[in-house]
């Protein structure tokens, strides 16, 4: 199992998730962040945005379907042809387990 933590836009999210749940990925757990990447924020005029407001989208999932996870959130998170800067990460870590609280059921 695997953990995907997908930051991306706010104005993403909706077909993201859509687009999740199409492909047969349901489970999601979505987080309102904030935060800044490589770019130290943006500037407008004289004013500078550190702290940019994200989504962040948590999923655990099978070894196997991280591939497909990932080509639905990159597809469809991205802004544009080619993409822009700010339109996300995705991270993906190990899971060593997991456990359903009302069934005591191990894994997914």
Known sequence: MVLVR???????????????????FPAVTKMD?????????????DVHYDEIPKEMLLMVINDEDKDDVVKVIMRNARTG????YGDGRIFISPVVDAYTISTGKQGL
């Open 6 to 24: 997908a930051i991306i836009r706010p104005e993403k999210v909706g077909i993201v998730l859509s687009e999740l749940l199409a492909a047969g």
């Open 33 to 45: 962040v904030f935060g800044r990447g490589k770019q130290k924020g943006i500037a407008v005029g």
């Open 81 to 84: 042809d080619k993409g822009r």
